[in-house]
């Protein structure tokens, strides 16, 4: 092992259970497997899992925990098996850590890695911090392309893959058909911008929040409807001649909505769910049986990544559009207040640059 | 037109409202669409789905109807229009009919056809009786193939391209894989038979009824399980080292049913309703959201009709061991009592001739 | 029947052989099957397919044949067994006639449907006249959607589909992919501007006339290569850091551009063939028996056409880019020469106005 | 790195140029990067390549080199970034190694893994020996089931993988669907055998030598052709009522038998290539270019190997009937002239016991 920086404490976003977080010393990271490399941030994010860990609502989630599992960096240490990488390489972490042998990455599923998936800022510390470990680093980092956006890249860690997987491929989102994202926060907008790769016919966007809703038209919505009079479904069938849509995305991750993408679905349509789910919801199977429909779950699998980096070199996409804030990484505190107050501050992606 | 027969009055089954049935003469079907076809009927058989209409469950099906949606006969006159047959051709009833035209037909959801769909024996007069109109016969019937067993065409209108379709096909079957099939009556059984044209490795039938499992077991289920004592889940679990089956198919249609498939589905499974479900089901996304599961519905299409009869032509299902009962049609009322009483009868399909 | 005019005579481009053809006069077409149309042409327009015909390439078309398979109209007269449209009607008429029923069209393969495919102006007589009937109207005319501008929709009858189904789906062109197009006529083109539904990183235009590529350039190619210093493999190649390109194109239709593909074809890639060969070409099995790739044929099927004009409604694709010249329908013979001398006139497709 | 054998020298079938083998003494292999693993062989065969390789045919392949690629054994000892395996443990050992970290890798498509693919008895040394080095051992080895029957595995090493991959599922064989196989030795009867998995109506088999057919006709074929005659495409085209096949598998390797799949393949069908070319082959596109085919080439990827296993773990294939000879390991020259003379000796595949 050869490391660039011989620092041995780092500051860190630090979770102290429910309600509780500090930016405070840590031990630093250090290579503990070989196949793990350690990296130092120098941009990361706050996802809307982290508001949902503080809350006490993922008990993997342990206190003493870093979190965070977004972020590009620079390779200060590898162990001795990772091949692909050296002290020094740009890298865009991914938020899924995939070893790459197991059962479920041999098939793509790199989310259901046995030794890794969703484990950084989750069941390891994580990537809101000086310096992270990351498992798996030949198969869970990428290398940033020369002259490339680094703020665009942090877009890739989780978001745009989460939409774009979870949501688009899921949701077989085709050239000239019909879709509506029912959400337009952060993950509904990248599901937005994702899903025009595929030259969607109709856009419909369906939130609470008349501001997200502008965004969402000048991310490309064709159509918006705000839910908030209760009669979205009545307003999306007219704009859709009462066929409903051929692919409705699921991305609260309540009840409601979920339930308004089952009365919204065209025959042979598909549900496409990104919504992190905390309890049961009704599937009117006594309407639905004879639909044709389909309805796919997923926790991203970042499978995508090498597409979406080709993607944004070919400048078919912004991904900076979801950029709304930017701060010191000395400055989390601060950036978990305006992310957390997104009604107000309008937030929807904060860069953190260390 | 050109009719083959003369006969003005015909005996068929009539449905008279709830818990009432008559066999009893009726006007002779006649050529009322140009693309329509009058079948002398020589073979019939009964449905389930006959049995909820004599419930009263399905609304759609109105007094006065003769039921019946599955048969073989003979030609006996055709519309101006119709061009594929011709009066003494023998053809296969679909249970679907398919107009060929519309936005549904044209991708092969002919369950959907706005002027078809399932409308034999539920919203028109069916094939319970000596003779029936079938609509858009061109696209509806098919040749039977010289020398073809007619009782096991019989199980090519409805059961078999139903298992295999909404089961089989929708669950994505694939070699070496697990499938549990929940539900061993007669559409659970076309699954299982129909499943093997992928070589799955384990086929696991689950019922309540011990002899269903027996007879599964004689069908090619490699294990059985006998969900009587409410531990139909740790019993899979074993069978399958905790991963649960790739596919899971619900042929019953109650939510206990299929929420058993949720909690038997392994990451990245597939779970195919083929149930005809009347009340809604508990769908437990805050266990599955981040599974990678499918859940698939559908109203068979019989657009798989030609590839069953090519696989039947070639030995490859014996369709007819799902025949437990053989009945003069003139005997049908007899024929309905013995298939209404299945857990005493063990009857699965009844064959009712002309 | 119900006719909408009454004259017995129309105009008409006739082919009479090898270098001859004629706007004459020739009976007006009248319904001859229950499910035929007849259109009165508004726009045509000459297919590249044409001048092969007139250069007596095609032995299928007979002296005495009105040529021309591409047009929009108004409906004149009906069969009794249309039922999807009226006399007044506006139509697009498909370049190929489906029956909607045979083993072919039941596949989405209309192309080789057993009583139509493409027939108009080749095996029966075609658009480029005054009146036109249609065989299997129902399922080979599509509504003009209000509103739609007619000059786009003459592109959707043959050239978009062509380039959309046997280039662009046939050649899975995928978000970030790299693209090579081998002939930037109009079929090209029309594979070059259908491409972009799925955003692929580089679309790299191959030709030998500069001003296509020029133009090329405007309708969305990344890259260009002029051919015509026999160097086109070693510029591909330094463009795709010797990759190749993971769909190749084949737009022309002679070995040279063929096997232009088979060199610059990536491992795991897909050469797509839309043009028409007169010959054998070498395939180099001995270099490309390991290398994971696919070569496709396709007679458009115009399966693609409700995509297609999907996607025109919702204005992502601009069809009357490829219009260069238009002309009255009258003048058909200067137009002729215009197209037929594309080097110098610089014409793609031209309009034909009745 | 811990070893289990402390042997220096092992015997090995070793290559010394066209025409020229021997089995004498070499150094035993060790383990060179943290991610080899060096096994004991217990049970290898040759392949046809092992032919062509001592013919002279493959440059790559340069004299010194242990020839074999085939193989099941025990874990001698490991390099320190091996996790799924330890010494002792018993490996079915693949002809591909794959890294699963490169671009190729993430695809599925081992066999252009950038630091691995065919490399077994080709550029590094292979399985013909009492060791063998296995590179990217966690990714390229696999348990052996609990009482699996190692001869049956050694078949899963290469031949049932290339015969399946290549041929089978690239060929998109269906239930019911029509299927000609050009080629009856081991590859061509791999791909019969695993044919099966997926119920066609037909399987055709063609080649020259009675024996192979009537071989065919026990592992499945439903019909055999001797092309001797030069009549193959008009007995097959009477066997298809003039269709042609669904799929043609190409098992051979010359023109003469891959224009011979080119007349047969039906209109959508699809030419799977498996044979290893040495020369181009004429492609007709002049008939081909508007009959919707597809033709594939592929080196096999073994990505399947864990389907197989399954397959194989749930009895519905019988490897063991490709096996004819079993020699014991030192007694390879033998086997190797067994094996080379399979006119005479009707060799299909033979089985090496250390």
Redesign the interface.
């Known amino acids: 092992m050869n490391a660039m920086t011989t620092v041995s404490t780092i500051k860190a976003l630090v979770y102290h259970g429910p309600g509780k977080k500090a930016w405070e010393e840590h031990a630093k990271p250090v290579v503990i497997n070989?196949?793990d490399a350690v990296v130092r941030i120098t941009k990361t994010t706050i996802c809307g899992t982290d508001l949902h860990i503080l809350k006490g609502d993922l008990p993997s989630c342990t206190p003493g925990r870093i979190l965070g599992h977004e972020g590009v960096g620079v390779i200060d240490s590898v162990g001795?098996?990772v091949?692909?990488f050296k002290v020094g390489d740009r890298v865009l972490i991914s938020c899924v850590s995939a070893c790459?042998?197991c059962?479920?990455?041999?098939?793509?599923?790199f989310?259901?890695c046995t030794t890794g998936g969703w484990i950084l800022g989750n069941t390891i510390d994580g990537c809101q911090a000086e310096f992270v470990r990351t498992p798996h680093a030949?198969?869970s980092l990428y290398p940033i392309p020369e002259g490339a956006d680094e703020e665009a890249l942090v877009m890739l860690s989780d978001i745009l893959p989460t939409g774009f997987e979870c949501g688009v491929l899921n949701g077989k989102v085709?050239?000239?058909?019909t879709l509506a994202i029912v959400g337009a926060g952060p993950v509904g907008l990248a599901a937005l911008l994702t899903a025009?790769?595929?030259?969607?016919?109709?856009i419909i966007m369906i939130d609470l929040d008349d501001n997200r809703l502008e965004t969402s038209k000048r991310f490309g919505a064709?159509q918006t409807i705000n839910s908030g009079d209760g009669k979205a479904v009545e307003a999306l069938m007219k704009l859709t001649d009462n066929r409903g849509v051929d692919t409705a995305i699921e991305a609260v991750?309540i009840p409601a909505t979920?339930e308004l993408c089952e009365q919204i679905i065209a025959?042979?349509g598909v549900i496409a769910?990104i919504?992190?789910?905390?309890?049961?919801?009704?599937?009117?199977?006594?309407r639905?049986?004879?639909?044709?429909?389909?309805?796919?779950?997923?926790?991203v699998?970042t499978?995508s990544t090498?597409?979406?980096?080709?993607?944004l070199?070919?400048k078919?996409i912004e991904p900076k559009r979801l950029i709304t804030h930017r701060f010191k990484l000395t400055d989390i505190l601060q950036a978990y207040e305006t992310f957390g107050d997104a009604a107000k501050t309008k937030a929807l992606k904060v860069i953190l640059e260390a």
Chains 1, 2, 3, 4 share one sequence.
């Open positions: 070989p196949t001795s098996a091949t692909a790459g042998k059962e479920y990455c041999r098939k793509g599923m989310s259901h030949d198969t085709q050239p000239g058909a025009q790769f595929y030259s969607p016919g109709e064709t991750g979920f025959a042979g769910n919504g992190v789910h905390g309890v049961p919801v009704a599937l009117h199977l006594e639905l049986w004879d639909r044709n429909i389909s309805i796919t779950t997923r926790l699998d499978v090498p597409m979406l980096l080709n993607v070199k070919a078919r």
